[in-house]
């Protein structure tokens, strides 16, 4: 699996970038997810994008915390967070800078592609919105996928939100910037201080069920959000579980997101159909197929 971590700011377009992204490696074939972080959601604050491409179907759903890639796009953020963290050492990295690769300073020595990413998305996009020419760099400095079907994955989802003009401005964007990009290998000397994630570990995912319910304020609050919210009532679709295949892993139950499936004594499982909104995670991420996705929300 390879495994992208975006840094940027609100505003410069790192959710489109990692979608854009992952929308690539689907064109060649492969599987590939990608989601955001962010924190406080404003114009120029710090925000994260993920994305993941296979060639295997992917069942992980937690951020990137070792990272095959990093990609930086607003240079500025290595001053004030350890963007670098967890980037494997055989890792890769692109900064948006008009510095050489050499000039850059991650933490961490591995190979780097810089690029003017803000001279370049102000040619072509007449605003500081640096995704598509930072696309155009990843397309330069890994084998992940062409810069072919990098400019059609930006064509389909900037054509479709943006229009066809929009697209061809930012595969123009994109391709300079692949022309454009020096490679080379940038500074490993600055310590990379990890602050303490204040984020839950096992990788983010069981919200639902890690945490016990409560009451708060009359409102039920806990697994699954609230209680009196009967999300059954969405289902398009409904788990039909094979108790005979099922090896009580429990992984259906660690990360179905509405902490509707419940362990019996003998950790075999069952579904509270009330709450089970139908998304099939628990379906994907079982390793032994004892969870079919079956048309319709009937209970
Ligand atoms: S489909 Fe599975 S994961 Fe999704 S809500 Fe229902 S039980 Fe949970
Ligand atoms: S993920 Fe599959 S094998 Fe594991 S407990 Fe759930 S149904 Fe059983």
Redesign the pocket.
Known sequence: MFEVRFHGRGGQGAVMAAQTLAEAAVIEGRHAHAFPFFGAERRGAPVMAFARIDDEKISIKSQVYEPDLLVVLDESLIDIEPVARGLKKDGKAVVNTRKSPQEIDLGVEVECATVNANAIALEFLKAPIVNTAILGAVARITDLVSIGSMKQAIENRFGEKFGEAAARINIGAAEAAYEQASVGLCQGRRPLVIKREWLPDWRDIPI?NSLSAGIKDGVMVGP?GARQNL??SW?M???HYDQEKCVRCLR?WF???????KREDDDHVR???N???????????CPVTA?D?IKGGSR
């Open positions: 639902g699954g999300t059954g289902r679709q409904t788990p259906c990360t179905c997101p509405e902490g509707c499936i579904w509270d159909l709450y089970c909104k139908g998304c099939g995670i628990c379906s994907q991420v969870i996705m």
